[in-house]
């Protein structure tokens, strides 16, 4: 079945420091990938739609200068959280759809990166 | 924006049980997805339904997509321990271009007691 693989996992890092989280999909090919956070104990928030050869775009309250974005092939899209503190401590979560599947297909998620900043 | 409530929030129950959670929205959704997320994982999808008023079966699991397009239930006949876990109801409406977004419900906590 399709698989997306994130890397890496568990990040711990200092302050100020950027980190960068990589969203495969292994199997399949994907236009568009999609970055959530999620809290504990809370539901997956959409941060961003990431398009393949294009600029992301970005939900409300999320800046984009903060989270970057690339796509640049059909089967990687990249987040970077740029000088985080500890408020961007979170479960982050990339999930993918075939590019050739209907836009009501499901997405397969990717098991996740758990960002911890001292 | 659209908002998508689960009930119950968590739940105990025996091992052997029945267990039943829905999903309501404020707003239509086209298709609704219930996945399963274990803890330090990504979610893993369930069940996927197209029609409002679909009923359909994975194994021990259940769901339907409600008549009005605002409502879906989960049923689990049976729960077994690895049953554990968070269900998250999902509601899919279209976006511009192709790609269409996720909703996501609040999640339903489900612990199983033996």
């Known amino acids: 079945g399709a698989v997306v693989s994130q890397h890496p996992s568990w990040v711990i890092c200092k302050s100020g420091t950027s980190v960068k989280i990589e969203c495969r999909s292994l199997d399949f090919q994907a236009t568009t990938m999609f970055w959530y956070r999620q809290f504990p104990k809370q539901s997956l928030m959409l941060m961003a739609t990431?398009?393949?050869?294009?600029?992301?775009?970005?939900e409300q309250g999320v800046e984009k200068d903060k989270f970057l974005i690339n796509h640049a092939s059909l089967t990687l899209s990249t987040l970077t959280v740029t000088s985080a503190h500890p408020e961007d401590s979170s479960f982050y979560i990339c999930?993918?759809?075939?590019?050739?599947?209907?836009?009501?297909?499901?997405?397969?998620f990717g098991d996740g990166t758990r960002l911890s900043i001292l | 924006g659209q908002q998508l409530n689960q009930s119950p929030q968590s739940m105990f129950i025996q091992e052997g049980e029945d267990v039943s959670m829905n999903c309501t929205s404020s707003?239509?959704?086209?298709?609704w997805l219930w996945y399963k997320q274990d803890p330090g994982e990504g979610p893993v999808l369930l069940i996927a339904?197209?029609?409002?008023?679909e009923l359909t079966s994975n194994g021990r699991l259940t769901a339907q997509f409600g008549i009005t397009r605002k409502d879906s239930f989960l049923n689990i006949s049976a729960s077994i321990p690895s049953d554990v876990g968070i269900y998250f109801c999902?509601?899919?409406?279209?976006?511009?271009?192709?790609?269409?977004?996720?909703?996501f419900g609040t999640g339903t906590r489900l612990q199983v007691t033996l």
């Open positions: 999902v509601g899919l409406s279209k976006n511009t271009g192709t790609a269409s977004k996720l909703t």
């Open positions: 707003s239509i959704f086209n298709t």
């Open positions: 339904l197209y029609k409002a008023g």
């Open positions: 999930s993918a759809r075939a590019s050739y599947s209907h836009s009501n297909q499901p997405q397969h």
């Open positions: 990431s398009n393949e050869g294009s600029k992301a775009t970005y």
